[in-house]
């Protein structure tokens, strides 16, 4: 991963907040066609997330955290790049790459679901939104999906096309969400159920936009489908919420660790397979249609996960975002490894996730958690989500 430095106070409107020297290197990495607006809103520091330009942070991440909670935000999130599946046979390849019951996803609705390699591990998370009878978008998170389902696509013997379309998402977060969105389209839209989405125009600007969100808090996404009027999309929103002190902000890991949402990369990999992350829930084992990793899924539900990802609580002084995987260590040994951990500014304990042996899996478990320089801290295994367990927010 690839971060830029920060700079100490946001910069003067009439300045560049980050050097991109610092991290481009000619044209490979591309820029959303929201960047022209992340800049002038003063972003702070960038990452590289699926061969883009991702602005990470455009103040104090606990500042950012705060507003986030407490009013609303709008993010960058373009780099959820999507798969779309059309043709004759798109529902049954789409339906193909996931252990989910794609029968069961009306047209207008998304769903969370895993794309499974033949092992059982995770090629990603993403979440698909059914435009049609046989159209499927699949925002994916940072791995190159586009390049699996093609392969997948060559031996599969169906009629599908299967390409990245101009589409590039933003997201609207936070308790204030809804009146941003109802001011932008209307009480209809600002009603959408959870997970579901609507087609529709902004001042001749085409969207969809959906119920959904990286937050656990309520949230839309707004699917720009026109990318060469992303800062006229931008400025519209910004307009629309100033009403409401809405903020560009990066994504909070503070708060989708809360949420108990998981981050591909870090808390699951190609590695993982969804029972021992917790996912279990998106493998509908015995829906109609076959799927990639059927057999393997099969396997390990019956013999159970050998491993386990687990939240904990971890003791002693505030702490900042892991950068790398820290080690789990029982007397010794090395057992395991956490995946995500931050300070919670809200329930003042730092909290996470940690990848362990199903044997110390179990609520109240103790272990060591090894900090960067040697630091060894107490840490326990406790219930996730850390806030709003029964997930009631994002749905109100």
Sequence with gaps: MSIGTMAAHPAAPDTLAFDMSLVQRGARLRRSPFFAATERAGARAYTVYNHMLFPICFSDLEDEYWH????????????????????????????MLTPRDLTRCAVGQGKYVVITAADGGI?????????????FWLALADSDVLLWARGVALGAGLDVRIEEPDVSPL????????L?????????????????F?????????????????????????YLREGSR????????????????????????????????????????????PYEVGLGRLVDENKP???IGREALRRIAAAGPRRALVGIEIAGDPISLNMTKWPVRVEWEVVGHVTSAVFSPRLRRNIGYALVPAARSAIGTCFTVVLPGGEPRPATVVEKPFVDPEKAIPRL
């Design 68 to 95: 986030l909670v407490n009013h609303v935000t709008l993010w960058d999130v373009a780099v959820e790049r999507q798969v779309e599946i059309t043709g004759r046979d798109a529902f049954k390849f789409a339906d």
């Design 123 to 135: 090629i990603n998370d993403p979440v698909l939104l059914r435009l049609g009878e046989n159209h």
């Design 171 to 178: 997201q609207i977060q936070g308790p204030k969400a809804k």
């Design 180 to 196: 941003v969105v109802q001011a932008l389209f209307g009480e209809r839209i600002a009603r959408l159920p959870y997970y579901h």
């Design 198 to 222: 609507v087609e529709t125009l902004l001042a001749g600007i085409p969207v969809v936009v959906t119920r959904t969100g990286w937050t656990g808090e309520v949230g839309f996404e707004i």
């Design 230 to 273: 992303g800062v006229e999309l931008w400025d519209r929103i910004m307009a629309a919420g100033k009403p409401h002190d809405i903020r560009p902000t990066g994504p909070s890991d503070i708060r989708r660790i809360e949420a108990g949402i998981l981050n591909w990369g870090a808390d699951i990999t190609l590695d993982n397979n």
């Design 289 to 291: 249609g076959d799927f």
